[in-house]
C-alpha cells in the first residue's frame, strides 16, 4: 500500500469541505430523485435516504473532526530493545484496502470514506439502488478532491453492482480486500460473510433493551426509554424491548403509564404475556423470534422479567450485542448488570441513542461493531489502522 504524506490527506479532506459546500444544490436535487423513487413505505429506510442541507452540513462538519484528528497511521504502539541487540518497533499500519457495503444512507459516502482514506487506505463504496444518484455526485465530489492534490481517483471508488455481480466481485475482486464493513441488516450481513474472502467486521444489528429494575426511579426510566425509542427510529441504537421487574413498586399501575406514555407518541406496543394481564387490549408478541428482531419502527415490546439476574440472562440470549440499558437507583446492581450484560455499550440510567461515534467523542464513525475482534463499538479513525512489527539487526540469526 502505497503511503500518502500526511499533509496531502489533509488536503484532500480540506477540497472535500469546499466541494460539498460549492455543490450543495446539485447533491438535494440529485438525492430528490432518489427520494421520488422510493417513496415512503419503509419509513425507517426513507428517512435514513433524506439529504438535505442540513444534512451537508452535518457531512462536511465530520470531514472538519476527521480532519482535525491526529494521524493514526505510523504511530508506535511499542518498543524494545532485546538482550541480543535486536531493536523492534511496533507501528499503526494501514489496513490497504477497505470495502464498505450499505443500505440507504449517502451519508456513509461521506462519513465512512473520510475515515478509511486519513488512514491511508484505499476505499471500495457499495451503496444500495436506493441511493444510486446521491452516491454519484458524492463520489464526484471525492474524486474532484482527490485530483485537485494530484492524487488518482480510484482511491475512493463507488461500485455499481447487481447482487450477482457483487458476488462475482467478491470471488475475483481486481485487487486483494483487506476488511469488508456491512452496514445494514442481517440479510446483507449474512450475504456478506457467506461471500467475501477477506476479514468482515459486522456493524450488527441494534435490538437493544432497557431493564427497569424495582430499584428504579420511573421519572427517570420514563424520560430515558422515551428518547431512546422516539428519538431516531431509524437509528441502530434505538430502543426496541422493554423489560419491567415485576417486583417494581405499583407494578400495575406504572405498566399503564408507560403504555399511556407510548401510545400518545404514537408507538405500537406488543407485549408478553404477563403484561397481557395488565394492558389486555394491546397486541401479544407473535412469536418467541420477535424477541431476536430488530424494530427500525415506531414499534416496541414490553415484558415482566422476576429480577436482574433473569433480566441480563433474557438481554444475552436474544439481544443483538449493541447497546443495552438499566435504569436503577442502586449502583451496585448497575455494576454488575454493566459487566455481564453482553452488549458494545452498556448504560446506567441512560439512553442507548448515545452508542454513536459523535456522542463518545470518537468523532465521524465508519460503523458501530458488534464484533470483538479487533475493535468493539464506535469504528473512528484510530480503529482503522492494523499493526506492523520493524526489526532492526545487525547480521542477527537464530540459533
Known amino acids: 500500500m502505497k503511503l500518502i504524506d500526511s499533509k496531502t490527506r489533509n488536503n484532500v479532506l480540506k477540497s472535500m469541505m469546499n466541494i460539498l459546500d460549492k455543490r450543495r444544490d446539485e447533491i438535494v436535487a440529485a438525492n430528490k430523485k432518489d ?58 499500519a494501514p489496513f490497504g484496502t477497505i470495502m464498505i457495503i450499505y443500505e440507504s444512507r449517502p ?14 487506505n484505499k476505499i471500495y ?13 458524492l463520489e464526484e465530489c471525492w474524486h474532484e478532491a482527490l485530483q485537485e492534490n494530484g492524487l488518482e481517483k480510484d482511491w475512493i471508488e463507488l461500485l455499481q453492482m447487481s447482487r450477482p455481480e457483487t458476488q462475482e466481485f467478491f470471488k475475483n475482486p481486481p485487487q486483494h480486500i483487506d476488511l469488508v464493513v456491512p452496514r445494514g441488516g442481517e ?97 401479544k408478541i407473535p412469536s418467541e423470534d420477535t424477541w431476536y428482531e430488530e424494530f427500525l419502527a415506531m414499534r416496541i415490546v414490553f415484558g415482566a422479567i422476576d429480577g436482574l439476574d433473569k433480566a441480563i440472562e433474557k438481554i444475552n440470549k436474544y439481544s443483538g450485542g449493541h447497546s443495552c440499558a438499566i435504569i436503577t437507583k442502586d449502583n451496585d446492581e448497575a455494576a454488575k448488570f454493566m459487566e455481564q450484560v453482553d452488549s458494545a455499550a452498556v448504560y446506567h440510567n441512560a439512553s442507548t441513542r ?40 545487525e547480521g542477527h540469526i537464530r540459533e
Do not use: W
Open 35 to 92: 427520494l421520488d423513487a422510493f417513496g415512503k413505505g419503509d419509513q425507517a429506510m426513507y428517512d435514513r435516504l433524506i439529504v438535505d442541507d442540513a444534512k451537508i452540513d452535518d457531512m462536511i462538519r465530520s470531514v472538519k473532526e476527521v480532519l482535525d484528528q491526529e494521524d493514526p497511521v505510523g504511530k508506535t504502539i511499542e518498543h524494545r530493545r532485546l538482550d541480543t541487540g535486536l531493536d523492534i518497533t511496533n507501528k499503526t
Open 107 to 120: 451519508d456513509v459516502t461521506i462519513e465512512a470514506a473520510v475515515l478509511a482514506f486519513k488512514a491511508n
Open 125 to 137: 463504496l457499495k451503496g444500495g439502488k436506493e441511493a444510486n444518484n446521491s452516491n454519484k455526485i
Open 187 to 283: 440479510k446483507l450481513i449474512a450475504f456478506v460473510k457467506e461471500n467475501a474472502k477477506g476479514a468482515v467486521l459486522v456493524s450488527g444489528r441494534g435490538n437493544n433493551f432497557l431493564y427497569v429494575s424495582d430499584k428504579a426511579d420511573f421519572e427517570t426510566a420514563k424520560k430515558v426509554m422515551l428518547n431512546a425509542k422516539i428519538d431516531k427510529i431509524s437509528g441502530c441504537n434505538a430502543l426496541d424491548k422493554v423489560l419491567i421487574d415485576k417486583n417494581l413498586p405499583d407494578f400495575e399501575k406504572r405498566v399503564k403509564e408507560l403504555h399511556e406514555m407510548f401510545k400518545e407518541n404514537k408507538v405500537h406496543v406488543q407485549v408478553d404475556d404477563d403484561i397481557a394481564k395488565v394492558i389486555p387490549e394491546e397486541e
Open 354 to 393: 448515545f452508542t454513536d461515534g459523535g456522542q463518545m467523542g470518537v468523532g465521524a464513525e465508519l460503523a458501530i461493531s458488534t464484533d470483538k475482534l479487533h475493535h468493539r463499538g464506535p469504528l473512528g479513525l484510530k480503529q482503522l489502522v492494523t499493526n506492523k512489527y520493524y526489526v532492526l539487526g
